[in-house]
């Protein structure tokens, strides 16, 4: 507050209305934002807009660069003689003063929810097979890849942090790494999870550099002091951040992101600026072999340019090999052409009528927009607890697993597999919106990381490891798809078989029952006669005759 006075006496050219009396002056605390679009709700092929916002008194550091919040406030000009002098003509600068600052977390999504949408998700909860439905409604456009659908789910259901002693975070949030031939939906499925995730950024390792993932600093062009600038890392915060073409990355940047996936912190030290931003976000990687083709004679480290230090902190690697299967291929050609003639603009009932529903079944999925509200419910609702697991179990994995990386020389097993056990688990009790951890849910974390882990490595030791590990891998497995594996390994070992003796192709493979029969009863399966049965076993062209004791498949 100023008190202000003419002075009548003197004549003063400089100072007409000259200070005569300070009663007090009032300091309150300045801070100049910018805001600008979420980069999920942007339009294609247009840039997000900013705007310049300033917080004054208590609303100074109410948020912190890579909130998503809403701001209401006044939107009104000021005059800057700067920019009238630079263009010539008058130029007012728009600002906006802020009256209000309310952040839009994931509570507020939550809130959101009407009671309509609490009964169904509820009542969704209540089914036995939810999780396999909600697998099966991931990325519906996409034919097969289960496990990596799975993956997927688990990672944006994400576990539970925990803060031991408030020294330290253990993250609760799941990263995972696909990479596989080209070819395979491994970008589809980065931009599937974008679109569902409840926030999401997406970003590729070509066009992404270590300041850009992370943050940087800038000098602001009003104040000309140094200001921090968000990345794609603390952008994602409480969220997803998507790293496509990871291999692309230069070796710089990709270490500036180690932090970030442990801690999920990203710690500035630049320009007289020390500060540490919060990164709690899960990470989804695609990266491409070298040479373009996964090669199944080496492991993954020799397969991948990552580094030992990098890969162990992604909780699940997802390989996926283009394979020759005569039968999957004609029913993922299928697929393909049905669902261009379902998803064609011009499309009718009529045309979606012609379409094979025994190729692409929709019976099981969940509508894409009641998923969406049961992630977001599962996520901010569900916390599960781990004190009615079988620890036993654990530790005796771990260290027939450690005994086991040691002997193949392949991605080491570390305490992180662990963890990652338990992240897996809790994210799969969240999907049945579980208070607690139960055994089948260790049972099914166990078999995920198991299948990540005997994935990566060589072919030769793969499939020793499956028949050591073949306990833990038929958990929740439906016998009928163990049988037709098994069927379709001894088809292929007999086509080979066959075509090194007599050489040429083979329009029909038989099969001994008694090798298949063999081969089923080291999975502990005992009754195979209902197999023959099956669908699955009809629509991949087998036939068994009876009186032969053969299995029979027309190529």
Not at 208 to 223: D, H, I, K, N, Y
Not at 457 to 474: D, E, H, I, P
Not at 509 to 523: G, H
Request: aromatic letters at 8%; a negative charge.
């Amino acid at each position: 507050m100023t008190d202000w006075q003419p002075d009548n006496q003197q004549s003063h050219a400089s100072a007409p209305w000259p200070l005569t009396t300070v009663f007090q002056t009032m300091y309150q605390n300045y801070q100049r934002v910018t805001i600008q679009e979420s980069p999920g709700k942007v339009s294609a092929g247009r840039l997000p807009r900013s705007k310049d916002a300033i917080l004054l008194a208590d609303l100074v550091d109410c948020c912190k660069p890579g909130d998503e919040i809403e701001l209401t406030g006044v939107y009104h000009n000021n005059y800057d003689g700067s920019l009238n002098t630079a263009n010539g003509f008058p130029v007012f600068a728009t600002v906006i003063e802020a009256n209000y600052v309310s952040k839009r977390d994931d509570k507020l999504a939550v809130s959101s929810l009407t009671d309509d949408d609490h009964r169904s998700i509820i009542a969704l909860s209540k089914d036995e097979r939810i999780a396999d439905r909600i697998v099966a409604s991931i990325a519906p456009s996409i034919y097969g890849h289960d496990d990596m659908k799975r993956a997927l789910a688990l990672a944006m259901f994400g576990g539970e942090a925990k803060d031991p002693g408030g020294k330290h975070q253990l993250r609760g949030d799941i990263n995972v790494l696909l990479c596989g031939d080209p070819g395979t939906a491994k970008s589809q499925f980065l931009k599937y999870v974008e679109k569902t995730a409840p926030r999401a950024v997406f970003t590729t390792g070509q066009g992404a550099s270590a300041v850009g993932l992370t943050a940087f600093v800038q000098r602001s062009p009003v104040t000309k002091e140094w200001t921090l600038e968000a990345g794609a890392l603390v952008l994602a915060d409480k969220g997803v951040c998507l790293i496509d073409e990871f291999d692309k990355m230069n070796d710089q940047d990709r270490t500036s992101i180690h932090e970030a996936m442990e801690q999920q912190s990203i710690s500035i030290s630049k320009a007289g600026i020390v500060t540490s931003l919060q990164a709690r976000c899960c990470i989804l990687a695609a990266a491409n072999p070298i040479g373009g083709r996964y090669d199944p004679t080496m492991t993954f480290a020799d397969n991948v340019d990552l580094t030992e230090p990098i890969l162990s902190r992604f909780d699940i690697l997802c390989v996926v090999r283009d394979t020759v299967d005569a039968v999957e291929d004609e029913r993922l050609a299928r697929f393909v052409v049905n669902s261009h003639v379902r998803h064609h603009p011009a499309a009718t009932d009529g045309d979606c009528e012609q379409v094979d529903e025994s190729v692409s079944p929709s019976d099981n999925r969940i509508p894409q927009d009641l998923l969406k509200k049961y992630i977001i419910y599962a996520r901010e609702k569900v916390h599960p607890k781990l004190h009615r697991m079988d620890q036993d179990k654990v530790a005796q994995l771990y260290a027939q697993l450690r005994r086991e990386s040691m002997a193949t020389g392949s991605v080491p097993i570390t305490v992180r597999h662990i963890e990652s056990i338990i992240r897996l688990a809790e994210a799969h009790a969240k999907m049945h919106l579980r208070e607690f951890v139960l055994d089948e849910d260790v049972n099914m974390a166990i078999r995920i990381v198991l299948e990540s882990f005997i994935d990566t490595q060589k072919y030769a030791v793969m499939r020793n490891m499956r028949k050591a590990f073949g306990r833990y891998l038929t958990y929740r497995r439906d016998n009928d798809e163990l049988l037709l594996f098994i069927l379709k390994q001894l088809v292929q070992d007999q086509l080979v078989y066959q075509r090194s003796r007599f050489g040429g192709e083979l329009d029909v493979v038989e099969v001994q029952e008694s090798d298949f029969v063999d081969r089923a009863k080291q999975i502990n399966v005992h009754n195979v006669v209902s197999f023959y049965d099956s669908p699955m076993f009809k629509t991949n062209r087998f036939i068994y005759e009876h009186k032969r004791r053969l299995i029979v498949q027309t190529v």
